[in-house]
């Protein structure tokens, strides 16, 4: 890190060319120079991190920077960037402002999150007092100061905005792709949604100094930076200047290992990497996408297929931050109203980009993400769970009241060995890690085993053991996923929760209950005992419904009382229930105009 103090140049005019300090008398930036100090931060280098006390405010004068937190579960999550022209550290140095023990002196309070640099960057520090005196010339300022701070508090749950990057990184990983022609195509589908865009590339940006990407970014909505992955200069100053590198792929070709050469670059070490695979009409497979997340580092994948204008509008969405997430919860049979939800979404011309869900749920997403149309996903759902029940090759319980057997029969059927990497769109489901009491979140693996996973409720089928982890029905712990969808893409999230249960256990079933053997011998195999619905209800009753209505964007809830979670006959009544509840919250929105480009 180069310092320069405030003797070492001449401070005044670098602090009157902060936006934020404009209307500062001359004389108090002068005085407040004498506490200010100038920094050089290269990428990838930290401002400070969360838990360092400060008694100084910072101001971004070129580059960016950005915002992390750590989560309980120690993942280092991306809250959001700070650009030029903005304040940082300004909660930790007014709060530690504050006498807060009681001794009559201000006490120096840690830093919540942790803020480095996404770019090589230059920073300007003022400690306390010298803010104090710009302050007292200009009273104004500290009310400025609030409202960036209650601003940046609100933005906190508006992950949207705060994280939005807008400087991508698109690098050719062949001679063969025309990386400038994808490139104009995204600029094009982003300005049928409105957006404008610039694209640079070698050209035009190399040897620019840090202040001429600054000036992009400050003229145009999304800049797009092009190069071909290569040691040349430009190519190092493209993707350590990009907010997210976006590697582009044939997906007829297999990766060199490693991919990307070795650098210093914020957006590789913070993982913020995709994968862009390229499809041709009657390609060879080469290779599987995961080969090329494994090469890349990338946590991402997106398919673009030149016969399919869609793949690039949908690219150009998630670019723009305009792209749809769909979250379904689980719920048995009740899933089934998920199906009507997506029949709605494209009835009104709402696009879905990426979907996940839980148990039954991420059964139905996985559906979405293979690209079926309505017609195929009934035909699939029916064959695999309405014809008869999933759940009936019953048998004297020693991990689960089901051996399993049917269920891994038509996953198979119905989704062969398909990988996650390889699905129409992004996608995730979530299991239950009994080992370790966590949940997990898939995102890679074969799918089938992802959903046995993911529907495995305990006590009815048997868990599923994956490298030494017992995993169950991701419903005992996040039966509704929004938090995950607002982490793996920015856009709007619209969830579809089926949790909440009207219809009630019939309480003769569990007075003087007949034995196993007694219940077949009167009811047949075909039926669940009692004790079927109780494991299934048991098993998320632990999550109260609601639990993430208040961070989706659109709440569908439908009306499914009179269905329960064994009725896997009740597919019409369900399907129609979902329809309805997803018309009814969406037909007055505004989600097709904003997510749909303009012919």
Known sequence: MA???????EIVPTLASIPFLEDVPRRALKAAGRDASWYSLPAGWPLFKAGEVSDSIYFVLSGSLGAFRIMPDKRSEFIGHIRAGEPVGEMAMLQG??????????????HKSSVYALRDSEVLQISRAGFERLTKAEPELLSAMIRVILDRLLEGSNRIRRSAPKVFALVATSPTIDIE????????SLAKLGVKAQIVGETEGDDKPSTFFDQLEANNDIVILTAAVSDTSWYRLSIRQADRIWVVGRADARPSYPLLPRDRSPARSLKLVDVVLIHHDGERKASRPTDWLDASGGARVFHWNDIDRSDCDRLARTVAGRSVGLVMSGGGARAYAHIGVIKALRELGIPIDFVGGTSMGAVIAACCAMGWSDDEIETH???GFVSSNPLGDWNMP????????????????????????????????ISTNLTD????????????????????????????????????????????????????H?????????TRISKGFNAEDFINPPSFLGWIFKHGFSNAPPIAGLLMRTATLSQNYGTGHETVDHLITPDLKDVELRDWKAYDVAVEAGYAAAMAALKDSDLAATTIAKP
């Open 3 to 9: 310092l320069f103090s405030g003797k070492d140049i």
């Open 97 to 110: 402002g504050i006498d807060n023990d009681g001794d009559g002196l201000p006490d120096d309070l840690p």
């Open 181 to 188: 022609l994808r490139a104009k195509s995204l600029m094009a």
């Open 381 to 383: 759902i029916r064959k």
């Open 398 to 429: 020693v991990v689960g009241m089901v051996r399993g057997h049917r269920v891994n029969t038509r996953l198979k059927e119905h989704f062969a060995d398909i990988d996650i990497s390889e699905l129409k769109l992004p996608f995730f489901a």
């Open 437 to 488: 009491g966590s949940f997990r979140v898939h995102r890679r693996g074969r799918l089938r085993d992802v959903l046995r996973a993911s529907i495995s409720l305990p006590g009815i089928l048997p868990p599923v053991v994956d490298d030494g982890e017992v995993l169950v029905d991701g419903g005992v712990l996040n039966n509704f996923p929004v938090d995950i969808m607002r982490e793996i």
């Open 490 to 498: 920015r856009g709007y999230v619209i969830g579809s929760d089926v």
